[in-house]
């Protein structure tokens, strides 16, 4: 770490990585296989960080590696189309009816980025809605009220982002319509956009409840403005497709990353056909980037499309985490330690809170230094939690029971 701290900002490329929410260093990752990685020292912990949801095959998959070794052999970049792009494009246009045309970027970041870009050459307008607490990569716009590593660092508003930048930013409460309203109310032909995320996962995991999606729809549809879904993480995590199938609410923009790309860097924000006729070159609105829909990143992401759609994988992945948050539920009971977990399918976190955690006020209510001292002693005990009280946790397909079991051993052991 002391060379990493010589040459990298905190010795780390993205905050949420420097182990600043729960203390000491963070263990370097020298390989992963299935549910397994392995750190610097040779240590064997069982991952659920899974690279931050990316994984959800498990590290190496044999058949992924596979086609990204074929794909690096034809050359890793030409700044020009190739058919990959069209398979990949494809794919992901099958499975979500709200995408007609989608534009790949290399970050889930430059997704959201250039989703709010897109709403506002649509509309004509400049202000968005975004909730507290939700995270949606670090453009400036959307570095106000934000959760992830913000959040976890206590700068929820970054230094850098100019008030002119943020001041077209509403911040309204997750699973609070009359938050929503609020603003529309206040601004009723200024709002481009409201962007959320339908699971919020940078905040750790809130479900939204029943009828909060529906009526963002609603409001937004009300008042001629777009829905964003940032889907960045429940996107092919949830289910094949989104959170958006899930919940039966179909938005007008969505941004999409990690799982499409295999583990490679990618992102992408596709849409309706009259909206994406906005981007350039069909229309006005300029987005570029000379490794947007790089080869290899599409061939990682279109294997592993193809594997998700394996006969029964979701229901395995859902019995999965379903066995795993109910192990952890009783082990907590057990040792008398308040615990909610807040799952959808595969993707959960634990927080250390004795109530219903529904949104912002209730996530930072949470104990931080109960879920740090959790951590480091599960680390101890050989398994992986993502580093902070507030992010998700994943469970990928090559976990198995007895990964399960050995998690929930370990978290009784943890607790006493
Ligand atoms: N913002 C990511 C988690 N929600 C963290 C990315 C990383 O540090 O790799």
């Not at 490329?13 to 990752?29: E, H, M």
């Not at 050459?121 to 909730?131: G, H, M, P, Q, W």
């Not at 002693?377 to 090559?398: H, I, T």
Request: net charge negative; proline share 6%.
């Amino acid at each position: 770490m002391a060379t990493a701290k010589q040459y990298i900002p905190g010795g780390v490329n993205s905050p949420a990585r420097s182990w600043a929410a729960v203390g000491g260093d963070p263990i370097f990752i020298a390989k992963g296989a299935g549910s397994r990685v392995w750190d610097a020292d040779g240590n064997e912990y069982i991952d659920y960080v899974c690279s931050w949801g990316p994984m959800i095959l498990g590290h190496a998959h044999p058949d992924v590696i596979a086609a990204v070794q074929a794909a690096a052999a034809r050359g890793t970049s030409f700044g020009a189309p190739t058919e990959a792009e069209n398979e990949l494009a494809k794919m992901v246009s099958d499975s979500f009816d709200s995408v007609d045309l989608v534009r790949f970027v290399s970050s889930g970041t430059e997704a959201a980025m250039s989703a709010l870009r897109l709403a506002r050459a649509f509309t004509d307008r400049d202000k968005i809605v975004k909730f507290q607490g939700g995270y949606h990569g670090h453009a400036d716009a959307l570095l106000v009220a934000a959760g992830s590593g913000a959040m976890a660092h206590g700068v929820p508003d970054s230094a850098g982002v100019t008030a002119s930048f943020a001041k077209d930013t509403l911040i309204a409460q997750f699973n609070d319509l009359d938050s929503v309203e609020a603003h529309f109310a206040a601004y009723p032909d200024q709002i481009a956009c409201v962007i959320a995320e339908p699971i919020a996962g940078n905040m750790g995991v809130v479900p939204p409840q029943p009828g909060f999606l529906e009526g963002l729809r609603e409001i937004t549809s009300r008042y001629r403005s777009l829905l964003i879904f940032d889907e960045v993480i429940t996107g092919y995590r949830v289910r094949y497709g989104g959170a958006q199938h899930l919940y039966q609410v179909t938005p007008d923009l969505t941004c999409l990353g990690k799982i499409i790309g295999g583990g490679m860097p990618v992102g992408a924000y596709g849409g309706r056909r009259e909206i994406m006729e906005k981007v350039s070159p069909l229309g006005p609105m300029y987005q570029a980037g000379t490794l947007s829909g790089n080869p290899v990143a599409m061939a990682a992401g279109t294997k592993t499309l193809a594997l998700l759609q394996t006969p029964g994988l979701y229901d395995e992945l859902e019995s999965k985490a379903a066995r795993l948050a109910e192990g952890l539920q009783d082990a907590f009971a057990e040792a008398e330690v308040p615990l909610r977990v807040n799952r959808v399918g595969s993707m959960m976190t634990l927080f250390f809170n004795p109530g219903e955690v529904t949104g912002w006020p209730s996530v930072s209510a949470s104990d931080r230094e109960g879920f740090g001292r959790f951590f480091h002693r599960m680390l101890d005990e050989g398994v992986y939690l993502p580093p902070s009280p507030f992010e998700a946790m994943f469970v990928s397909a090559a976990h198995t029971d007895a990964d399960i079991d050995a998690t929930v051993d370990a978290a009784a052991k943890a607790l006493r």
